[in-house]
């Protein structure tokens, strides 16, 4: 071999990869390319292909497998909780390290999953009680709603009360009638204009002759509310009644004196042992009853007591006793029995701002309460009372300084009574008020929506849960309650129109809004309720057969509009008069003179209620039900000439044409058009020129046709040749269809019947005129008689085949062959 040459070939390869870019540049030394190869070799024949294999696999993808070994042997798995591998039993060390890791696994995971059920169970403990209140709230919002009213009308009973003035059975019963007579007595004086007595006083003079205790202190209870200033009529009594603080010390001046009223009972009851004597004063009758209440006997009664005694009877008993009794002054004597409001006594040091508080509300119940002082009593009763043992002393702190509104004094409150007095004492209303005190607002919430009707078992103590809506001055709620039972809804409903006479209710903004309704421009949680539907409701029971009882309540509504702006008790009275239909007992009769006789209605007239109106409201509403006939009577009652006119026209067109029988409706009309028809002539009456044209030719037509039927032919057509309706020539075919054209409709209705009627007169006597045998000079005017017979049915048919008017049926058919007949 020429070494020359592979040098040369060397040096000029070497060129060319120098010249190169494509491939790095690679210096190395044959024995270093050798020794490279036999470490590839080595490498290869300890791997193995499979690891040649993956080493390009993973290579191709750019992977680098030694740095990845070298990765994965740093990795320590001591610290990681997966399930431990099994080891074999013969390595205790390693056996014991993987139990004792195991288990403390188990523990872990143990104690989570009881965190996880313990955390679920409180969760949809927490939402069960959240979606329980939120039902006793919604529940609570939604008993009793108008809707839910079921039939309250009952069997009528039976009465010798009111029978001669509808001349049947009243529904009303004794108690019902009762307020009924005391209602009418005050409408009068409305009528007339005089001085009329608070229907308060007279309904709760009513209600003590029906021997019903409950009923009497549902009374007497409104006579306490309502005895306050009064209303406004130009305002809102929801918005007023939030602003005036009467409502509580009426409130609690009910619940003080009723509890006077319960502690001389109880000592009555046990005169000898309560020892009372002297001047009889609520000083004298606090000392008999506490001294009643822990008598000597009962040693186990004076456990937490404090502060000593008075006269051997506990301190803080006598003061609570005094402030329930609303005697702010008997406390204050028993204070100073006991030394308490002596600033040198060391045992009673500590007081003074309490005492001096109540002495203030003494001297002037009305001034504002110094808030400095106020704060005083609160921070004491936080100190130091607020864990005293003695609960009378802690609730006497608490009605005096507002401390604590949110402590029941379960050990002294024992009844719902007892409970509203003490937060009606704690309500809060000078301007001031801070989160934790309690506002008038507040406690009605906590009455109405809290609490509720389910907390007071409302549905067996009905008086009870109406007490506490009457307290708290939620008075359309607690009407609308006491109008569910049966048994008190006519008291209901006359407690509700004596307070809204006084402008003390606040009534819905709609007549045909629900009973109780909430609106949301009034303060939480005041309702309105519905007066109108209220009284509608319980009218309902008795209108029928007491009319003149129902229409005295829809006296109360007259100052209501309905939807439509109508006087509601106009719309009332015309809803009664077409349930009961004994239109001459509330409208009177038309007398011959064309003057009306007095109604029921009468007795109610007034600048805002007519009763030529009632009577034509009742009118529009018969024709709107089709009752044309009892709406024309009171279209003439009401003076309204030309409706009474056009419907009677109306009817008069249907049945003009048939014959008359006796007490038929064509009878009763023909008798009401001649009465009409008799007053109306000779006076001016307001009625249109046509309307009055049309009813003279309709009665006209009705004696055609009882001339018809009676075959009275000539006479029959004598009465329609006056008419000018259809031609009896062909000389008069061109003036009855010209005269057709301004005829009214009613008239127009009647022409089919009439050209039938009238060709059937000329046939009958054509027939007759053709039987007949005269002679040669009679047979001569005979066939001239004949001829003009003729002559008038042919005007007939042409007159039915001319006038614009689609007759109905097969008219023209039968004429044209009546026609026919004749020739």
Not at 105 to 111: D, H, K, N, T
């Amino acid at each position: 071999m020429d070494f020359n040459y592979l040098l040369q070939q060397a040096q000029k390869l070497t060129h060319e990869t120098q010249g190169t870019e494509d491939f790095p540049r690679v210096e190395r030394t044959l024995p270093q390319v050798l020794q490279a190869t036999h470490e590839l070799h080595s490498r290869v024949i300890q791997t193995g292909a499979k690891d040649i294999q993956a080493h390009i696999l993973l290579g191709s993808k750019g992977i680098e497998l030694p740095k990845i070994s070298q990765k994965l042997e740093t990795i320590s798995s001591r610290k990681t909780f997966e399930p431990l591998d099994p080891i074999a039993e013969t390595d205790i060390q390693s056996f014991l390290r993987n139990e004792k890791e195991n288990a403390i696994l188990s523990v872990i995971e143990e104690v989570h999953k009881n965190s996880y059920q313990s955390a679920q169970t409180q969760k949809w403990k927490h939402t069960m009680n959240d979606w329980k209140q939120e039902k006793i709230k919604l529940m609570n919002a939604l008993i009793g709603p108008s809707q839910n009213w079921i039939d309250i009308r009952k069997a009528p009973e039976q009465t010798i009360l009111n029978e001669s003035t509808f001349g049947g059975k009243s529904s009303l019963n004794n108690q019902e009638m009762a307020y009924a007579r005391e209602v009418a007595e005050h409408n009068k004086l409305i009528i007339s204009g005089a001085m009329r007595p608070s229907l308060v006083e007279k309904f709760s003079e009513v209600a003590t002759k029906f021997n019903d205790s409950k009923v009497n202190d549902m009374w007497e209870l409104v006579k306490y509310m309502t005895n306050v200033p009064p209303f406004p009529k130009t305002q809102d009594p929801i918005k007023t009644r939030n602003q005036k603080t009467q409502f509580v010390d009426q409130a609690k001046k009910y619940l003080e004196n009723r509890y006077k009223l319960f502690m001389t009972a109880i000592i009555s009851d046990n005169l000898r042992e309560a020892q009372r004597g002297g001047v009889p004063s609520t000083y004298n009758l606090v000392s008999a009853f506490v001294g009643l209440k822990f008598n000597n006997q009962n040693t186990n009664s004076f456990i937490g007591l404090q502060d000593g005694f008075v006269d051997g009877k506990p301190l803080w008993p006598l003061v609570y006793y005094s402030l329930r009794c609303g005697d702010i002054q008997s406390a204050l004597k028993f204070l100073g029995s006991a030394g308490l409001n002596s600033t040198t006594s060391e045992s009673y040091r500590g007081h003074e701002d309490f005492v001096q508080l109540l002495e203030c509300k003494l001297r002037n119940p009305e001034q504002k309460i110094d808030t400095k002082l106020e704060m005083l009593i609160k921070m004491q009763y936080k100190k130091h009372i607020r864990n005293a043992t003695d609960q009378y002393k802690r609730a006497a702190y608490c009605i005096v300084g507002r401390c604590d509104v949110n402590e029941q004094h379960v050990e002294v409150a024992k009844t719902s009574d007892d409970f509203l007095w003490i937060q009606l004492s704690m309500i809060r209303n000078d301007g001031e008020v801070t989160s934790d005190d309690l506002t008038y607002s507040g406690l009605q919430s906590m009455i109405l929506e809290q609490y509720g009707e389910k907390h007071y078992n409302a549905q067996e103590q009905p008086h009870l849960y109406f007490q506490v809506l009457t307290l708290t001055g939620q008075f359309e709620a607690a009407i609308e309650f006491l109008s569910r039972f049966e048994r008190y809804r006519t008291h209901a409903v006359h407690i509700a129109l004596a307070m809204s006479e006084i402008n003390m209710l606040g009534g819905s903004r709609n007549v045909q809004e629900p009973l109780l309704s909430v609106d949301i421009s009034d303060p939480a949680p005041l309702r309105r309720i519905n007066i109108a539907r209220l009284v509608m409701l319980y009218v309902r029971k008795f209108e029928v057969t007491d009319p003149s009882e129902a229409i005295q309540y829809f006296f109360f509504l007259r100052h209501m509009p309905d939807p439509e702006g109508r006087n509601l008790f106009l719309v009332c009275v015309t809803d009664l008069a077409i349930e009961c239909r004994d239109f001459d007992l509330l409208f009177g009769k038309m007398q011959s003179t064309g003057v009306r006789s007095r109604g029921i209605i009468d007795q109610f007239e007034t600048v805002h209620i007519n009763p030529s109106k009632a009577c034509g409201m009742v009118a529009g509403v018969l024709v709107k039900k089709g009752l044309f006939e009892d709406a024309i009577k009171l279209f003439d009652l009401a003076g309204m000439q030309e409706q009474a006119l056009t419907h009677l026209s109306i009817l008069l067109s249907q049945v003009v044409h048939q014959p008359s029988t006796p007490g038929s409706l064509r009878e009763r009309l023909h008798l009401m058009a001649d009465d009409l028809a008799r007053r109306y002539t000779g006076f001016k009456i307001n009625c249109d020129p046509q309307i009055m044209s049309t009813f003279t030719t309709l009665r006209d037509l009705v004696t055609f046709f009882d001339c018809y039927h009676e075959k009275k032919y000539e006479l029959a057509l004598e009465t329609l040749g006056n008419t000018k309706l259809v031609p009896l020539s062909m000389n008069d075919l061109e003036i009855c269809v010209h005269n057709f054209k301004r005829l009214g409709g009613e008239v127009c209705k009647v022409i089919p019947d009439l050209l039938l009627a009238t060709m059937d007169v000329l046939y009958n006597q054509y027939k007759q005129l053709k039987g007949k045998d005269g002679g040669a000079i009679n047979n001569e005017y005979k066939e001239r008689q004949l001829t003009f017979i003729r002559d008038q049915a042919k005007a007939l048919s042409n007159m039915a085949a001319t006038v614009p008017y689609r007759m109905p049926g097969d008219t023209n058919s039968r004429l044209v062959q009546t026609e026919i007949l004749m020739h």
